[in-house]
Nanobody, 116 residues
Framework: QVQLVESGGGLVQAGGSLRLSCAAS????????MGWFRQAPGNERELVAG????????YYANAVKGRFTISRDNPKNTLYLQMNSLKPEDTAVYYC?????????WGQGTQVTVSS
């Protein structure tokens, strides 16, 4: 069973930084492609960054490219998202999941609020 717990969100001013963490509690984490997703009020959940298991190749949505960095620590079963130069439009609840996602494994997410 895939269990995921996100943390690290908060309130930050535009231009600031946050680092999100995702603790994964399933045995095959190191062999699983993972992603960070976000959902803003009134919007559908979207993939913002992904990282492959086999070569750690990364993907970024155009809206965050050059500002966000996804990484993973396989021995710690942890996924990270470093977010720099944050903008008000980055305000959302951020979730981690496998990519493509297990629909029954969404965690509670972590709220990121960027003030202008």
């Amino acid at each position: 069973q895939v269990q995921l717990v996100e943390s690290g969100g908060g309130l930050v001013q535009a231009g600031g930084s946050l680092r999100l963490s995702c603790a994964a509690s399933f045995r095959t984490f190191s062999a699983t492609t993972m992603g960070w997703f976000r959902q803003a009020p009134g919007n559908e959940r979207e993939l913002v960054a992904g990282i492959a298991w086999i070569d750690s190749n990364t993907y970024y949505a155009n809206a965050v490219k050059g500002r966000f960095t996804i990484s993973r620590d396989n021995p710690k079963n942890t996924l990270y998202l470093q977010m720099n130069s944050l903008k008000p439009e980055d305000t959302a609840v951020y979730y981690c999941n496998t990519n493509p996602p297990h629909e029954d494994s969404w965690g509670q997410g972590t709220q990121v609020t960027v003030s202008s």
